[in-house]
């Protein structure tokens, strides 16, 4: 540091004007190259970040000191930068990238979570909210992925319920940056303590599919003992929820789906399965008080006449008819699952306690998301697909 700051004092006499600035600057790089550089001049082993753009490229070492400076819209890289799968277009998973992106900047109230993992949605890379922020404006580049299990790695003011370190699972918000990414940031607020009988990778399988299930039959249906549940894709993610739920709740459940899968939804709780392959379900079923429809199309068309008077159909996936639900006497609605931090810890008791069961269909890394989103498209299966995102033990760390 001595000759550091001799050739700064050599810099600052006005023999020659900008001579010895010149000298000065020579010797200094010669002396100690271009590692040095940026720090000695840019201010950045002080914590400042330049007033522009810098010309030279840090060095790996350099760029790990350097403070997270924002310029422009880049981050430099290796600083306050994640892995994460990202869409440059609206379109399907073969436009998926796994690559370098910015962590997430924190609003008030909200954390940041280090994502464990990750569970997908096979249709949300077609839902207009993955490519808009919550004011309207697009959002491309934008991350997929909205439930998820991790731990809190840091809290921005207001921020409250949880702490640094705790272990949590949630349902983040559609027009915000998703899951599939080393980060996120979410509201602190819609986080829930993560069971503690489920490891990160099913824990992530339960946000999103198991409160659709949860809210479809207890806040929009409001389901009694006794009652008559029709569930259409029951085998799925959160056909297999609602069925475990309905049982749970009292009610006679009657699912459909393929005849693989028909002990496994009895062991689930459901009373009748029916193999839509090789049967109509409207001539096996009528009277029933809910049809919950995860399909849609002609299933939804099919399902109107099975309900009673005054019966009500739920889809979760697209609107309904309520003009000829009306025409019969009967009620539908379409709904957007919500997050809902005391129900996931509802569920998260039924989970402990053994009432509901965790279905994960596969495991893969994050880097191989294309793949995740190609099998959720190519056919039906049980569950949900799940991306791991990071080992437990290097989140803690």
Partial sequence: ??????????????LGKQGWNLIGLTILVGGFGLYYLPELFLGISQGKCPGRRPLLVLSEPARK???????????????????AIRMHTQGGPELLAYED?????????DALVRVIATSITKTELTWDETYRDCDGRPRIPTIPGHEFAGIVDALAPEAAGVGVGDAVYALASFCRNGSAAEFIAIRAADLAPKPHSLNFEQAAAVPLAGLTAWQALFDHAQIEKGERVLIHGAAGGVGT???????????????????????????????EVIDYTQERFEEKVEDVDVVLDNIAGETQQRSWGVLRRGGILISTVGPVAAEKAASLGVRGAFFIVEPNRTQLIEMGH???????????????????AREAFEQGLAGHGRGKIVLQVAAAESAKA
């Fill in 1 to 14: 540091m001595g000759l550091v700051t001799l050739l700064f004092g050599l810099g600052m006499v006005p």
């Fill in 65 to 83: 000191r350097a403070p997270r400076c924002k310029i422009g819209s880049r981050p430099s890289p290796g600083v306050g930068s994640m892995k």
């Fill in 101 to 109: 992106a910015p962590k997430p900047a924190l609003q008030p109230g």
């Fill in 241 to 271: 929820y609602a069925v475990q739920l309905a049982n749970w709740k009292g009610a006679e459940v009657i699912a459909t789906a393929s005849a693989k899968d028909h002990d496994f939804l009895g062991e689930l709780g459901a009373s």
């Fill in 350 to 368: 039924l989970i402990d306690e053994g009432t509901l069961r965790v279905v994960v269909r596969t495991v893969l890394p994050l880097a191989r």
